[in-house]
């Protein structure tokens, strides 16, 4: 069962909101990762969790902050979110996080920022 | 650098056709891993293959096909008899071998099966 799962599938908030996104999985996985797509373009990497040790690309803004519970579930809190970072919002988990191993991907929190 | 180049932005075909997508790569590493996901309307991304690089052997599976050539560097994608739902937009990936965790996408190509 190659599942990964997230809520909520849309989002809108105002940018002075908080809000979380949440990601789970049950495939036994080490690794867990948060990736923001624009409209016609790829995912880019925000975040990674491997083995409960947390990687940031040192681009993402810090109104973006993620969370690792236990290895099944990830979480993005939102806060102060801009317009701009309006995106749909990706999970995916792989079952390590070592190269050339395959990522599964969650169908995605599609987020408005008014 | 590494590098992942989809020159294709959007293909059209009728349904039935066969129609390949194509994916050059740039790397200095002698291992690397290459992918291919797909990513129809509903906008989860799927995995289809993946391919180090010391197996270059082409893959098919039903009918999908893969041809992975070294020599010029590419990885590209044939769909047979292409069918309304192979409508997506495929994009090839490279793994980043400064980051175990990292993979570096093209551009995508933007497939459209007409009916």
């Known amino acids: 069962d190659t599942e990964v799962t997230q809520t909520p599938k849309h989002l809108v908030m105002g940018m002075t909101n908080k809000k979380s996104l949440k990601c789970e999985q049950h495939?036994?996985?080490?690794?867990m990762y948060w990736y923001k797509q624009k409209a016609k373009k790829p995912p880019e990497l925000m975040f990674v969790?491997?083995?409960?040790?947390?990687?940031i690309n040192e681009s993402v803004p810090s109104r973006f902050s993620p969370e690792c519970p236990n290895s099944s579930l990830l979480n993005l809190h939102l806060h102060a979110l801009q317009p701009e970072d309006s995106a749909l919002y990706l999970c995916?988990?792989?079952?390590?996080?070592?190269?050339?191993?395959?990522?599964?991907f969650g169908p995605g929190t599609r987020l408005t920022v008014t | 650098a590494q590098k992942v180049t989809q020159a294709q932005t959007e293909i059209s075909v009728v349904e039935k056709e066969d129609v390949t997508l194509d994916c050059v790569y740039e790397?200095?590493?002698?291992?690397?891993?290459l992918f291919w996901y797909k990513q129809p309307p509903s906008g989860e991304l799927v995995f289809l293959i993946r391919?180090?690089?010391?197996?270059?052997q082409n893959e098919i599976s039903g009918r999908y096909s893969w041809n992975f050539q070294k020599s010029t560097s590419s990885f590209n994608f044939t769909i047979t008899a292409s069918q309304v739902v192979d409508s997506a937009v495929y994009f090839c990936?490279?793994?980043?071998?400064?980051?175990?965790?990292?993979?570096?996408f093209g551009k995508g190509t933007r497939l459209h099966i007409l009916p």
């Open positions: 495939m036994g996985h080490r690794a």
């Open positions: 969790y491997s083995y409960e040790k947390l990687s």
């Open positions: 391919r180090n690089s010391f197996d270059e």
């Open positions: 790397t200095r590493d002698t291992t690397y891993y």
């Open positions: 990936a490279l793994s980043d071998p400064n980051r175990d965790d990292k993979i570096i």
């Open positions: 995916a988990s792989s079952p390590t996080g070592r190269a050339g191993r395959e990522q599964y």
